[in-house]
Structures are given as C-alpha cells and as structure tokens.
C-alpha cells in the first residue's frame, strides 16, 4: 500500500485544507497518547492518510473548550452568528473543488456527486445563517392578575455529532450549521473511514471567524469516543446520523445524562409503481432512486413494488439501464458508480443477494467477475423477492435492488410497511386518489411522489418508527438545538391580564 498524503495535499488548490489532526479549541491536535489510524481510499485501497485517536483526557478538553466558548457565542447577536455562518458558507463554495476532492477519494463516490453533496452541505449553512435570525419565542394571553407571559428561545447548550461515512460533509453542515446558528458550540465525531471532509470544514470554519471552542473535531476510537461524549453532563444534547443498531447504543448511554436526542437513522425505503406508470419512465426514476452513492444512501429504494400489469416490462427496462451503468474508480472520467466503502460492506452484499436467490429470487446482473476492484460491487437486481428474504428486511446500503409484484392498492401498503423503518417512501403513479390514499397510509417521514429528489434546506427531514428521531433542516430544524424557557412577569400593578 502506498501513501497518498502527499499526492493528495499536491491535488488540491489549497493543501491546508487536507489535516492530519483532530481540531480542539482552534488548535491542530495530536493524539496525547500517540494512537493513530490509517484512512484509506475504497476504490484502491492506497491509504490517503492518517488520524490521531484521542485520549479520554482530550474528550473531555474540547467539552472545557466548548463550554468556555459557549458564553460568548450565545451572547452574540443573531445577526453576527448570521454574518459568521455566510462567511463559512461563502469559503465552502470557494474550495467547491478541493472539498469535492477530498471527499471522493475518502469516500469513493464519483466526482460529480461530490461536487453536489458539496453544494448541499453548503445550502444548510445558508438556510439555518437566516433561520438563526426568526428563532422567535411567544406572547401567552394570560390567565393570571397583572401578569405577562410568554416564551423565549434559548440554545441548548454543548451539542454532540457523530456522523456517517456516506455524506461526509452535508450529514455535519445540516446539524452544525443549526446548532451554531442557535448559539450552540459542537463537538463533532465523524466516521473515521472519511474524517478528512470534517477536518476540512474545521478549517474553513476558523477562517471563517468562528472561534475558538465553537466548532471542534474530535477524533478517536468510536465506542469509546462516544461513551465519553454521553456521559458529559455539560453536553445537552447529542445529534447522530447512522445506522440504528449504533442509534440504539446511543440511546442507552446518553439515558444517564437525559440528553436532547436527534436521531437520523437507517430506512429501507419502498419505490411504489401504480398501474397507471410508463414502466420505462419508473423504471429509469427507480434506477436513480436506488443507486445514487452505490446505494449507500439512507433513501435508497431497497423494495420496489411494481404493479402486476406493467411488472414485466418494467423488469425489462430497469435490467437494460441497469446494465449501461459504469463501475469505477470516482475520480476517472464519467462513471456512475465508484466503490463500496471497504470489503465488509461487499460480503455484506453478496450474502443479501446469496441469501434471496437460495430462497427463490431470480439475479439478474451481478457478475461480480467485472468489478473494477475488491471493493467495488456489480449492481443486482433480484426479482421475485419476498419478506423472508434479508433484502427485504434489512437495510442493504448496497447497489442491490429487490423486486416484487402487487395487485391492490391495500396489499402494497401492507407491504411497504413491513419493516421496522419508516424514513422515506417513494410513489410513482399520477392517479391523485392513489397519491392521496398512499401517502396517508404509508408509515414514513417523508413520502416522495413522482419525484426521486426529495431533499433541501427547507424540508423537514427525519423517520418515523426506528428510521429515527427529530427532524433536521426545514423550519423546525433549529428547534432541535433551542429550549424553550416560559416566563411569568407577575405583579405588574395595572397590566391587563390578556
Ligand atoms: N437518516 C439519515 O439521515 C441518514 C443519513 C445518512 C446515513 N444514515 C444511516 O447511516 C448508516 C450508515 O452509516 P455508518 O455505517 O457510518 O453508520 P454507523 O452507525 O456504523 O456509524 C455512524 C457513526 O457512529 C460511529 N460509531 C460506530 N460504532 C459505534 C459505537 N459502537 N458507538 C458509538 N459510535 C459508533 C461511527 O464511527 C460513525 O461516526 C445507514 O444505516 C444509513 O441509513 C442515515
Ligand atoms: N441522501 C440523504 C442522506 C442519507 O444517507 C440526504 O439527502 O440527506
């Protein structure tokens, strides 16, 4: 294996932006204890560089940190919080590229997405630098003699992040630049397989004015990371994107402490075909909805559901496009789908799909004797597939695409809320009594009607059922990082009362 570090910081336009270090209290940080971990690139296994693990001590010196900076932060005007958060924005957009760069190599996904999940992570930034502006409280018409009432917004306090590796940049700006913008100081945790993109906003955060303590990147052996993290009374709150085995641990450790949990967790999304479609049309929004990030992606559609009348031609169409996609290396050319993000998440996928064909699936792609490297994946799809099989119930974070046939409009919502998510739900069909009908009954937080794109700032984003707590972006999004503080002015001689 060879070393990338330098290769990589020569790519960049700006080589500052690729750090080999946590970030605590606005200093580079070493591992005290002299722990380190490789991060390697999926698509060839080189390795790109290395993280320190902190110390337990360290831990707890980005939580001091944190909650020295905090009493300035919060004592600033929201529109100085605002001016900040454009400043980062506006510095995200300028190193587009090297952002894009750096993330693509972490991660695998091809450039071009890269560049968008860049764009998207910046839009957060913008949206909640306003939203920071309307956190507006309430007057209560009172019910007690010469009182006034009402309710202010106030932050939270210390907030906690700990992200995945499949958006390694958006899955951080959607809680930060929320929690920041309420006058909240983070302490993120991201995944160590793509800690770099992190490290990179870290950077651009300090130019960008945010002080010290405010923003922090810790890094270090997960479990313990985290149980630290939930242990510490002076953190308030505690924001996670991942899967929900890891979501339920959180849930336990931070019980102690009574933390605010957001909780944005796996989903298992159905991709419903009404009979009224044109089966190449569904079939071609199938295809973008199940193998954007090589279906690394929580809105992935795992089940699609096709009516019994357009199901073969829908197969036909779906199986001719699948094929035409390309496989490889996200940093060459025009390709649609780079690596899988190591080699347990590729045995994973050939023992979903070993697991349906021995239960009677049909494998229609797959032949994983092209795959351009070990830890890339030929897409699948598996007809026939049924709710014993594992790619029904599980979530398969993984270019494999079941599916199965229905005939009534009630048998496909007992189908597509067979399983314990309910994140996001797909429906393609222009008939408005089945949209209405479909989109009432369908456990899901968000429900996507003849449209693969779902997400953006200004959308409420968030599951249902074990998809998850909380919502994040949108509106209500920064209420995650706000507490409500209710107050009675009482005795105030002639005050009305209403
Ligand atoms: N709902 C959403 O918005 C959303 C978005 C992106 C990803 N996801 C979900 O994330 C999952 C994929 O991401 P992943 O593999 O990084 O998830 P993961 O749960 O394995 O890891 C997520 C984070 O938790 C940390 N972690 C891992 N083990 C831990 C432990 N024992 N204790 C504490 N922390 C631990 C990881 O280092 C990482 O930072 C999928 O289930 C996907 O659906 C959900
Ligand atoms: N695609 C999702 C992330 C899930 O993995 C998003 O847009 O937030």
């Known amino acids: 294996m060879t070393t990338l570090s330098t290769t990589l910081a020569k790519r960049l336009e700006d080589s500052r932006l690729f750090r080999q270090y946590a970030y605590v209290n606005g200093k580079w940080t070493h591992g005290e204890g002299g722990r380190e971990e490789a991060v390697y690139d999926p698509a060839t296994n080189d390795t790109i560089g290395h993280i320190p693990l902190l110390e337990a001590a360290q831990i707890t010196a980005a939580v001091d940190a944190a909650d020295a900076a905090f009493v300035q932060w919060r004592a600033l005007r929201a529109d100085e919080r605002c001016e900040r958060l454009l400043a980062w924005y506006d510095l995200i957009q300028a190193n587009r590229e090297d952002l894009a760069t750096i993330m693509t190599l972490e991660q695998g996904k091809p450039l071009p997405d890269a560049r968008g999940e860049v764009?998207?992570?910046?839009?957060?930034?913008?949206?909640?630098?306003?939203?920071?502006?309307?956190?507006?409280?309430?007057?209560?018409?009172?019910?007690?003699?010469?009182?006034?009432?009402?309710?202010?917004?106030?932050?939270?306090?210390?907030?906690a992040m700990i992200t995945p590796w499949n958006f390694p940049l958006a899955m951080i700006t959607r809680k930060a630049a929320a929690a920041l913008a309420a006058g909240c100081p983070v302490i993120v945790k991201p995944a160590n397989e793509t800690p770099?993109?992190?490290?990179?906003?870290?950077?651009?955060?300090?130019?960008?004015?945010?002080?010290?303590?405010?923003?922090?990147?810790?890094?270090?052996?997960?479990?313990?990371?985290?149980?630290?993290?939930?242990?510490?009374?002076?953190?308030?709150?505690?924001?996670?994107?991942?899967?929900?085995?890891v979501g339920r641990l959180l849930i336990e450790q931070s019980a102690h402490t009574v933390k605010r949990l957001s909780l944005e967790l796996g989903g298992n999304a159905p991709f419903i075909v009404g009979p009224d479609m044109d089966p190449k049309q569904a079939a071609y929004a199938a295809i973008d909805a199940k193998f954007q990030t090589a279906g690394q992606d929580c809105l992935a559609a795992n089940r699609i559901l096709v009516h019994e009348s357009i199901h073969d031609e829908f197969v036909e169409q779906f199986s001719q496009r699948m094929a035409a996609l390309t496989v490889g290396n996200g940093l060459h050319g025009e390709i649609d789908l780079g690596p899988l993000i190591h080699r347990q998440a590729v045995e994973k996928a050939a023992a979903i799909v070993d697991d349906a064909v021995s239960k009677g699936a049909t494998m229609i792609g797959g032949?994983?004797?092209k795959a351009p490297g070990e830890n890339f994946f030929m897409p699948v799809l598996l007809t026939g597939v049924t709710a014993k099989m594992k790619v029904w119930r599980e979530e398969n974070f993984a270019p494999v695409a079941g599916i199965t046939a229905y005939s009534t409009d009630d048998e496909v919502i007992e189908m597509a809320n067979d399983t314990e998510y309910g994140l996001a739900a797909y429906v393609y069909t222009h008939d408005i009594?089945?949209?209405?009908?479909?989109?009432?009954?369908?456990?899901?937080?968000m429900v996507s009607v003849n449209s693969v794109k779902m997400t953006g700032p200004p959308v409420p984003f968030g599951g249902v059922k074990q998809s998850?707590?909380?919502?994040?972006?949108?509106?209500?999004?920064?209420?995650e990082y706000l507490e409500t503080k209710y107050y009675c002015l009482g005795a105030l001689g002639s005050a009305s009362g209403s």
């Open 196 to 245: 770099f993109s992190a490290l990179a906003l870290a950077e651009l955060a300090e130019r960008a004015g945010i002080p010290a303590g405010i923003f922090n990147v810790v890094l270090g052996d997960p479990a313990e990371v985290s149980k630290i993290l939930c242990a510490e009374s002076r953190i308030r709150a505690l924001s996670f994107t991942g899967s929900t085995r």
């Open 433 to 445: 009594r089945r949209i209405w009908k479909l989109m009432r009954a369908l456990e899901y937080g």
């Open 468 to 479: 998850g707590l909380g919502r994040e972006g949108g509106a209500t999004g920064i209420d």
């Open 367 to 369: 032949d994983q004797s």
């Open 119 to 159: 764009e998207y992570g910046a839009s957060f930034v913008r949206w909640f630098a306003e939203e920071g502006k309307r956190t507006y409280g309430e007057t209560i018409p009172s019910h007690i003699p010469n009182a006034s009432l009402g309710t202010i917004k106030e932050p939270v306090g210390i907030v």
